[in-house]
């Protein structure tokens, strides 16, 4: 997409002194079926109004890493994508500076695609920063 200048729109954050966006890369992500079964049978959960958020401490590695699950019960293809298209790009502009050992899988609800883009991103960081008190607390 060409802006009027004919430079392409700046969107969302860049790496300082690369120009370069920060990008939402593979080891930030949990790609196995069993990375999510594990995560929903022995980790905890956080509602929040718009979603609910799964999370459970790593015994190994460094680094958060995060999934998302949209069921079909949510909408058609495009909604559904949509809502994962909309939660990555909040999650990617609010990862925490801490680098806890921790897999997150995030399950929206249908009002995700309604909610103001703001409003998602302040629960997702409502919701890394409750996952963060909580594996403080255990961890003590």
């Not at 966006?21 to 995560?39: G, K, Q």
């Not at 998302?68 to 298209?85: C, Q, S």
């Not at 939660?87 to 609010?94: A, F, G, K, N, T």
């Amino acid at each position: 997409m060409k802006s009027v200048s004919g430079l392409a729109p700046n969107r969302g954050l860049h790496l300082p002194d690369t120009g370069k966006r920060a990008r939402f890369t593979s080891s930030m992500r949990l790609l196995r079926h069993s990375d999510f079964e594990r995560v929903y049978k022995k980790g905890r959960r956080h509602f929040a109004a718009h979603m609910t958020v799964f999370y459970l401490r790593r015994e190994q590695g460094e680094g958060l890493r995060i999934g998302f699950t949209v069921g079909k019960v949510l909408g058609g293809a495009v909604e559904r994508n949509r809502m994962k298209r909309r939660l990555r790009e909040s999650v990617r502009l609010r990862w925490p500076e801490d680098r806890l050992p921790v897999d997150v899988v995030v399950n929206p609800k249908k009002s995700v695609l309604k909610l103001e883009f703001t409003e998602l991103e302040n629960e997702i960081t409502k919701a890394f920063e409750v996952i963060q008190k909580a594996l403080a607390r255990r961890s003590t």
